[in-house]
């Protein structure tokens, strides 16, 4: 970094270091059989600077260790749970009373998070999700702590229908009348906020072909245009929460504020978890703690300060699932930093990514991930119309995808394989396909005017093969 830039991001760290921005907070996992016991962990904490803990869970040794250290928590009231939560009013107080109001103020609960990604719950929980939250919240009510506390459940981005443009997120149809309505009026009258667990590590690794390293890692990069705004991302981080927030829009719930409770990069992974490494958690959770502590929002909502919480505390190893699942921590069990980071302001002053060099390739763009955290099972990718675009946009891109653009129409004519279904859709969508991959998947090439987009997950209309290459 040249010096006058270096003197200038220090001129800027200082001044936040009385105003207000965003926090760091971190989550506090214990899938694991060689962990520091609870006092020693505060003492980690309280050490590091940090502000805030999440924790899974209600352990009483936990919550006794946090008392009196000065640090927020947030509690969880596990998915097993929902149900007689949701079902008995009474079983909400008790849970309340026992794990709650029995340390709290001296332990400072700031909020319960009523399940954990839900929507995703192999059990089947969903609908008990609604119902259990109000009942906890009326339990907070009677112990005359709903002020202090608040109510809300961590959704992860597969609930989005789309995330791609930013402009264009959308929750999943199935999800918005039984769910996401009946949620997002109880946080609004709650005055709380929605609790959203964002993982870009996740579309990098399934379409590293495509996204740029340094976009997913929040380094310095040209950046990318929403299509349906003009704004400018320089972050995939900060595009999966514009997603969020243009979800909420689009159901006029624009005052409804996001608290990311969690986001990580590993620091090890399987052969084929690609990105994961040393370096690479390093400079995404080193940049994101710059870019939160620093101040500002999104793109979208520039004024909206973040809290964030890092996943996870500890490497965890008794997590199952691929390797990339016991290398989130950022200390090892015996408290030795996996990496060096900063966790506060004054830290920041000293911080710089040390290996902004890394593989990316400068002709990558940060392509969209359509519905969120969703993974490629093939790591291609397609490009299709956006349905959004308007019967006149999306015939003006057909007429040029099938013309001069070149691509391979034939299959769409009448009696050809893919002429069925025979919509404007399924037609501008096969052509723009054929464009795309044809152009080689590069930066510009699925955007007709904002006629189209990027999907992970191979199309389908009828019968139609829609080709990765040709």
Same mark, same amino acid.
Not at 61 to 89: F, H, M, Q, W
Not at 165 to 189: N, T, Y
Not at 291 to 318: I, K, S, W
Not at 390 to 415: M, N, S, T, V, W
């Given at each position: 970094?040249?010096?006058?830039?270096?003197?200038?991001?220090?001129?800027?760290?200082?001044?936040?270091?009385?105003?207000?921005?965003?926090?760091?907070?971190?989550?506090?996992?214990?899938?694991?059989?060689?962990?520091?016991?609870?006092?020693?962990?505060?003492?980690?904490?309280?050490?590091?600077?940090?502000?805030?803990?999440?924790?899974?869970?209600?352990?009483?040794?936990?919550?006794?260790?946090?008392?009196?250290?000065?640090?927020?928590?947030?509690?969880?009231?596990?998915?097993?749970?929902?149900?007689?939560?949701?079902?008995?009013?009474?079983?909400?107080?008790?849970?309340?009373?026992?794990?709650?109001?029995?340390?709290?103020?001296?332990?400072?609960?700031?909020?319960?998070?009523?399940?954990?990604?839900?929507?995703?719950?192999?059990?089947?929980?969903?609908?008990?999700?609604?119902?259990?939250?109000?009942?906890?919240?009326?339990? %907070?009510?009677? +112990?005359? $702590?709903?002020?202090?506390?608040?109510?809300?459940?961590?959704? &992860? @981005? #597969? =609930? !989005?229908?789309?995330?791609?443009?930013?402009?264009?997120?959308?929750?999943?149809?199935?999800?918005?009348?039984?769910?996401?309505?009946?949620?997002?009026?109880?946080?609004?009258?709650?005055?709380?906020?929605?609790?959203?667990?964002?993982?870009?590590?996740?579309?990098?690794?399934?379409?590293?072909?495509?996204?740029?390293?340094?976009?997913?890692?929040?380094?310095?990069?040209?950046?990318?245009?929403?299509?349906?705004?003009? %704004?400018?991302? +320089?972050? $995939?981080?900060?595009?999966?929460?514009?997603?969020?927030?243009? &979800? @909420? #829009? =689009? !159901?006029?719930?624009?005052?409804?504020?996001?608290?990311?409770?969690?986001?990580?990069?590993?620091?090890?992974?399987?052969?084929?978890?690609?990105?994961?490494?040393?370096?690479?958690?390093?400079?995404?959770?080193?940049?994101?703690?710059?870019?939160?502590?620093?101040?500002?929002?999104?793109?979208?909502?520039?004024?909206?300060?973040?809290?964030?919480?890092?996943?996870?505390?500890?490497?965890?190893?008794?997590?199952?699932?691929?390797?990339?699942?016991?290398?989130?921590?950022?200390?090892?069990?015996?408290?030795?930093?996996?990496?060096?980071?900063?966790?506060?302001?004054?830290?920041?002053?000293?911080?710089?990514?040390?290996?902004?060099?890394?593989?990316?390739?400068?002709?990558?763009?940060?392509?969209?991930?359509?519905?969120?955290?969703?993974?490629?099972?093939?790591?291609?990718?397609?490009?299709?119309?956006?349905?959004?675009?308007?019967?006149?946009?999306?015939?003006?891109?057909?007429?040029?995808?099938?013309?001069?653009?070149?691509?391979?129409?034939?299959?769409?004519?009448?009696?050809?394989?893919?002429?069925?279904?025979?919509?404007?859709?399924?037609?501008?969508?096969?052509?723009?396909?054929?464009?795309?991959?044809?152009?080689?998947?590069?930066?510009?090439?699925?955007?007709?005017?904002?006629?189209?987009?990027?999907?992970?997950?191979?199309?389908?209309?009828?019968?139609?093969?829609?080709?990765?290459?040709?």
């Amino acid at each position: 970094m040249e010096p006058y830039l270096l003197s200038s991001f220090l001129l800027l760290v200082c001044m936040f270091t009385s105003a207000d921005a965003g926090s760091i907070g971190v989550n506090y996992g214990r899938i694991a059989n060689n962990l520091p016991s609870a006092a020693k962990v505060v003492q980690l904490a309280k050490s590091q600077g940090l502000e805030r803990i999440k924790v899974y869970d209600t352990d009483p040794v936990v919550l006794k260790a946090l008392s009196g250290c000065g640090i927020k928590v947030t509690v969880d009231l596990p998915n097993e749970l929902l149900y007689s939560a949701a079902r008995n009013p009474s079983f909400a107080r008790t849970w309340v009373q026992k794990n709650v109001a029995a340390y709290h103020p001296s332990t400072q609960i700031e909020a319960i998070a009523v399940g954990n990604e839900v929507f995703v719950d192999p059990h089947n929980t969903t609908k008990f999700l609604i119902p259990a939250m109000r009942n906890i919240h009326q339990a %907070l009510v009677k +112990f005359n $702590l709903h002020s202090s506390i608040k109510v809300s459940s961590p959704v &992860a @981005l #597969s =609930a !989005l229908q789309s995330s791609y443009p930013s402009s264009a997120g959308s929750f999943r149809p199935e999800l918005i009348e039984p769910v996401f309505k009946p949620m997002l009026d109880f946080l609004r009258q709650t005055g709380s906020y929605l609790m959203v667990n964002a993982y870009p590590f996740f579309a990098y690794e399934s379409n590293s072909d495509v996204i740029s390293l340094d976009y997913a890692l929040l380094r310095e990069n040209p950046g990318v245009v929403d299509s349906g705004n003009g %704004l400018r991302y +320089f972050s $995939l981080f900060d595009a999966q929460i514009d997603a969020v927030f243009a &979800a @909420l #829009s =689009a !159901l006029k719930y624009d005052d409804i504020k996001i608290v990311v409770t969690e986001t990580g990069w590993p620091s090890k992974g399987d052969e084929n978890e690609i990105g994961s490494g040393v370096e690479n958690a390093a400079a995404y959770n080193g940049n994101l703690v710059r870019r939160v502590l620093t101040g500002g929002g999104t793109p979208l909502r520039p004024q909206a300060d973040l809290t964030v919480y890092l996943f996870a505390l500890f490497n965890e190893n008794e997590k199952a699932g691929p390797t990339s699942e016991r290398n989130y921590g950022l200390f090892y069990p015996d408290e030795q930093k996996v990496y060096e980071i900063p966790f506060t302001v004054e830290g920041l002053k000293s911080y710089k990514d040390s290996n902004r060099t890394s593989v990316s390739r400068s002709h990558k763009v940060a392509a969209p991930v359509n519905g969120g955290v969703s993974k490629s099972t093939t790591g291609n990718t397609w490009c299709v119309a956006n349905p959004d675009a308007g019967k006149q946009k999306l015939q003006a891109a057909l007429d040029f995808a099938c013309g001069e653009g070149g691509a391979d129409c034939r299959p769409i004519q009448p009696g050809a394989t893919c002429y069925d279904p025979n919509t404007l859709l399924a037609h501008s969508s096969f052509a723009f396909n054929s464009y795309y991959q044809k152009q080689g998947r590069g930066m510009g090439d699925c955007y007709f005017g904002g006629a189209a987009y990027v999907v992970t997950q191979e199309p389908k209309f009828g019968q139609c093969e829609f080709p990765t290459r040709y």
